[in-house]
Each structure stands twice: as structure tokens, then as C-alpha cells.
């Protein structure tokens, strides 16, 4: 509200570097901001109502889908580094309509397995807990997206 036109510009561009990768500036005016730019994520569920039941009214089903969204398993084995993977799973959040990714890496020379998490563009990993004797190690990550991602660009990118 306060900015002269080219000053949001300047403003934004210095902002950019001082946020997490991924995060998005929205530029308004007084405050106001339309609500799908706030709560919406493009999937147009209003527009499919009929078919979106809830879970009181499937009591007694075996199953339900979500048709917007997908989720697959990408296996990578052991992995070489965590700094490396771990900057090909930042890359693939940002670059892909990824919205939640989980697992577990195995490290070579690590005795402990490494927890990945990620919401969006945030990533976050520890060592959970040491492998256990006869647990077989491998690295695993789940993939959770909108049903419009690349699942095989976005396979290429997490295994390098």
C-alpha cells in the first residue's frame, strides 16, 4: 500500500533470497487477497461436489479414492551422500507439484537410518533410530501430489 510501483519490485527480488526456496510472494493491495489464493490449491472441488462424499455418508464402504491427488514409491537403494540427496528432493519439491514426501535413506557408512519429511517446500531429516539386525535397508520415499505431476521426471530428479 505504501510502495511506489518500482519499489515492490526491488522489494520482492531482495525478499526472495532471504526466504525458503519455493516460497511464494502475493503481491496486495490493502490486505485484500482473493480466497482461492489463500485456501485453494487449483483443484476446482467445488466443481465435482456430487461425487465427494464424506466419511459419514460412506460408513460401510470398503474404499474411497482422491481423485485430485497421487502417491507413488520411488526405491533408490543406498545412497552416496545425504547433502546430495537431499538437495535432489529440494529440487524436486520445487520444481513438481509435490505436496508431501516421507521415507527413509540409507547412507552408506551410517549405521542409523535417515527420516525425511516434507510439506510443500519445507524438508526437514534426522536420524530416527540404527538400523535393526536383519532389517533390510534401502532408501524409500513416498511421493504425494496433485494428480497433474510427472511421476517420471520427477523419479529422474530424485535419483539423479
Known amino acids: 500500500d505504501l510502495l511506489a510501483d518500482g519499489e515492490f519490485k526491488a522489494l520482492s527480488e531482495g525478499l526472495k533470497s532471504r526466504v525458503r526456496k519455493g516460497t511464494r510472494l502475493v503481491p496486495a493491495k ?10 485453494g490449491v487449483g483443484a476446482a472441488a467445488e466443481d465435482d461436489m456430487g461425487n465427494r462424499l464424506s466419511h459419514h455418508e460412506m460408513e460401510g464402504e470398503t474404499q474411497h479414492d482422491h481423485d485430485d491427488f497421487v502417491t507413488f514409491v520411488v526405491s533408490l537403494g543406498q545412497t552416496a551422500g545425504k547433502d546430495a540427496l537431499l538437495q535432489r528432493i529440494e529440487t524436486a519439491l520445487i520444481s513438481h507439484d509435490i505436496l508431501r514426501l516421507k521415507g527413509f535413506a540409507d547412507l552408506a557408512g551410517s549405521a542409523s537410518r535417515l527420516l525425511i519429511q516434507a510439506v510443500g517446500p519445507r524438508l526437514d531429516s534426522y536420524f530416527d533410530r540404527p ?24 523419479e529422474r530428479q530424485l535419483r539423479g
Open 30 to 39: 490493502h490486505g485484500a487477497l482473493d480466497v482461492t489464493t489463500l485456501l
Open 131 to 154: 538400523w535393526k539386525p536383519g532389517e533390510t535397508r534401502a532408501t524409500e520415499l513416498v511421493v504425494i501430489g496433485a494428480k497433474t505431476m510427472d511421476r517420471a521426471a520427477i
